[in-house]
């Protein structure tokens, strides 16, 4: 096994349906079926967020991680009015505890 090893992950995500609940704002328009009601649906439109990572093996039970998510720095909704996080990375060690 190498000492460096990299991955890259992609989530594609389509346009989807939702309930905005608490968000009268983001009511539909009566529809032709119940003229008399208004809906709580909307769509939410779909996305790409991308990350990728790195790993060093400073020894047989040790390695040097950098994670990078969201590196287009995408804004998205990943449920209707939660906001996705934006571009952020973070650097750490595993440890291989196993005999």
Do not use: C, E, K
């Not at 990728?52 to 047989?60: E, I, N, P």
Request: glycine fraction near 10%; hydrophobic fraction near 40%.
């Amino acid at each position: 096994m190498g000492r460096l090893s990299a991955n890259f992950d992609t989530r594609w995500i389509g346009d989807r349906h939702d309930n905005s609940f608490f968000f009268p704002q983001l009511r539909t328009v009566a529809n032709a079926t119940r003229p008399a009601f208004s809906t709580d649906l909307t769509v939410n439109p779909g996305y790409v967020v991308a990350g990728f990572g790195v790993d060093y093996r400073v020894d047989r039970r040790a390695s040097i991680y950098v994670r990078v998510n969201n590196v287009g720095d995408t804004v998205y909704d990943s449920a209707l009015g939660y906001p996705g996080l934006p571009r952020n990375a973070m650097v750490g060690v595993r440890f291989d505890v196993s005999r």
